[in-house]
């Protein structure tokens, strides 16, 4: 039997997804228990163990690592889509005109909302109170260990140097410790406005390991079972401490076993398998028109890419690319070249996340690229040579390139499930109800209500700007929306709690924003109660002299 692959109007018949991921496994099982790549290099100051390994995956999918609690590296980076954020379709930064909706905008990756230390929304001029999302798409985490540059732009480089003093704590072969330490305290990604190495260390050292988390793998539940971090910090490395250089080794060794070289392409090139007749079609096309540039997929010894090239996928003046980090002209617009494989699963494509699917990668370089001057000579030189045909034999390839693995989320790629994936994140009821109004004020509570937890924020934005306002709390619902002065609610006016916050904040598109942060006590009694709010804003023209938002649900864990 064979399935059709749907690329743009043509079909490619494969065979069933499940038959070959059979083979591949009885393949590896019975051929090999070794890499088919040499093992990634490791600083000397950090070779890769066991302990380290799995502290490093512990930390990788902690959502605790984040101020918020909201954002772990695992959330950017997941297996089943190839090391990159399966959200970048819906994750959409405005681009340089900070205007969504234009050509411009991005798809990236969801960060935290900006904040202050106590966990107190601020506001940013683009996202307001609302997550903030990266202006560039997430590259993959899987083979980054090969990488001596990081990041679309290769401002990351393979020497990892202390954030606060820049002491270089290891001189080469750190690229991925380098990365690491950074983005726990980017006030974007998973920090709050700020925050040092000092205030992780503090936060972390006391935490029980992954226990926002699920369904841990058994080896990472064993590690972690009836510990805290700062007593694993102290198994691991001999002796007490949490430091930048210390988490970013832990989570480098962790990366530097994600090693994906299983594919039916790596397999034939290690003569233990063989493509089929599409695929080593798509294969020599290949060789022939993209090896230029993706020089590392021909050989066992290179499964990385260091190169930067100017693709054309959108004009300069937008992003300026590798300039960012050499201020060279010759580098405005160059990007980073990514290893292809796994792409089929790293959708959508290129460092803005515009092209959805593999055949608009195709027909993007087979029209020679869209915005020059001073395109790559590889990228005009394809321009009209590829037939539809040659397109679908070319993506049948590039399906071969992918690690069964990573989509069954298999050693080493097996994962807990974080909580933001779970049942117990947040939700929204009913509607904003404004009267003759301008304002529909909307309820955002993305923080995890586990007892404990002293920054369960609950905030509200399109709202009228320098007003009084409550949040009004309840532990009981209505069975269908009833009202409260007026308004549609869920709240079964029971027993309410009503929250008196000062004025609402300016915000940048002339709304208003303001947040409330509770400290969840750590009374076990608490697990399973169910709380339930919504927002009311003084407006003459809303309904009873007010506007409120939608309600929300949270259970406490």
């Known amino acids: 039997m064979v399935r059709a692959l749907t690329t743009g109007n043509c079909h ?5 997804l499940t038959l070959r991921i059979g083979l591949l496994l009885a393949i590896t099982a019975t051929a090999r228990a070794q890499t088919h790549f040499p093992p990634p290099t490791a600083s000397a100051s950090n070779p890769t163990s066991t302990a380290r390994a799995l502290l490093g995956k512990a ?37 340089q005109d900070h205007i969504l909706g234009t050509a411009d905008d991005v798809r990236g990756s969801a960060g935290v909302v900006a904040q202050d230390a106590g966990g107190r929304y601020i506001g940013d001029p683009v996202f307001g109170v609302r997550p903030q999302v990266t202006p560039r798409r997430a590259l993959s985490v899987v083979n980054a260990a090969y990488e001596t540059t990081l ?23 750190a690229a991925l410790e380098q990365q690491a ?63 930048a250089a210390r988490v970013g080794m832990a989570i480098a060794a962790y990366e530097r076993t994600l090693v994906a070289d299983q594919s039916p392409f790596d397999l034939f090139l290690a ?45 300069v003046t937008e992003d300026p690319g590798r300039f960012v980090a050499t201020q060279d002209p010759v580098d ?21 996340g515009g092209l959805p699917t593999l055949s608009a990668v195709l027909e993007f370089y087979n029209r020679g690229g869209d915005f020059g001057p001073g395109l790559d000579p590889a990228v005009r030189a394809l321009r009209g040579r590829l037939s539809a045909a040659e397109r679908d034999d070319l993506i049948a390839f590039l399906h071969s390139l992918t690690d069964p693995r990573l989509e069954q989320e298999a050693a080493p790629f097996d994962r807990p499930q974080l909580w933001s994936e779970g049942q117990a994140v947040p939700v929204r009821l009913g509607c904003p109800t404004s009267g003759r109004s301008s304002y529909a004020p909307q309820i955002i509570a993305v ?22 306002h409550s949040l009004v709390l309840d532990f009981a619902r209505l069975p269908a929306p009833g009202l409260l002065l007026g308004h549609p609610t869920y709240l079964a006016v029971s027993k309410l709690r009503l929250y008196g916050c000062g004025k609402t904040c300016a915000a940048a598109d002339g709304t208003g924003f303001t947040s409330l942060v509770f400290d969840v006590p750590p009374d076990p ?27 929300f649900s949270a259970v406490v864990f």
């Open 59 to 95: 930390l990788f999918w902690d959502e605790q690592l984040s101020s918020a609690r909201t954002v772990a590296c695992g959330t950017c980076h997941r297996p089943d889509h190839g090391g990159c954020d399966p959200r970048a379709p819906s994750a959409l930064h405005p681009g």
């Open 181 to 243: 330490v950074h983005t726990p305290i980017d006030p974007s990604k998973m920090g709050h406005q700020g925050r040092t190495w000092e205030d992780i260390g503090n936060d972390l050292g006391p935490l029980r390991p992954l226990t926002l988390a699920s369904r841990l793998p058994a080896d990472l539940a064993q590690f972690t079972a009836n510990t805290t971090y700062a007593e694993l910090f102290e198994r691991t490395f001999g002796s007490k401490g949490i430091s």
């Open 447 to 468: 923080s995890p209500p586990y007892r404990g937890n002293r920054r369960f924020t609950v905030a509200a934005d399109g709202a009228p700007p320098g007003v009084e």
């Open 332 to 352: 405005l617009g160059r990007f980073k070249v990514p290893s292809l494989r796994n792409v089929a699963l790293r959708t959508p494509y290129m460092h803005n």
């Open 151 to 173: 990041m679309w732009d290769g401002r990351v480089t393979n020497a990892m140097h202390d954030p606060r003093t820049n002491a270089n704590e290891l001189p080469d072969d």
């Open 525 to 551: 009694l608490l697990v399973g109660m169910r709380v339930y709010g919504q927002w009311f804003f003084v407006d003459p023209d809303g309904v009873e002299g007010m506007v409120s938002s939608p309600t």
């Open 271 to 315: 003569k233990k398998g063989e493509l089929d007749p599409a695929e080593s079609r798509g294969h020599a096309l290949f060789v022939t028109h993209c090896a230029t540039c993706h020089t590392d997929l021909e050989s066992l010894d290179r499964p990385a890419s260091n190169d930067f090239r100017r693709t054309g996928v959108r004009p």
């Open 12 to 16: 490619v018949k494969v065979a069933p």
